[in-house]
């Protein structure tokens, strides 16, 4: 199995757009705001949070929440 890996810059600019779709410009900048206060080093939560991850746990977490979401729309 291959797995390509999204650069760092094109995951943050996915995620801002997917934020603006739903969220109000000031509520999306509160967010960011709130997330550089509360959790200084994005790269010390990523590997606290993702520790004991690995690509087919996320994987099937993925799959579980997209058909959650599917039976509820």
Request: proline share 1%; net charge negative.
């Amino acid at each position: 199995m291959n797995v390509q890996v999204t650069a760092e810059k094109d995951v943050l600019r996915e995620a801002a757009e997917i934020l603006l779709q739903n969220m109000t410009p000031s509520k999306a900048a509160r967010f960011w705001a709130s997330w550089q206060a509360s959790h200084g080093n994005y790269l010390e939560w990523k590997e606290a949070e993702f520790a004991n991850e690995t690509v087919a746990t996320l994987y099937e977490k993925v799959v579980q929440y997209q058909s959650q979401t599917e039976e509820t729309s």
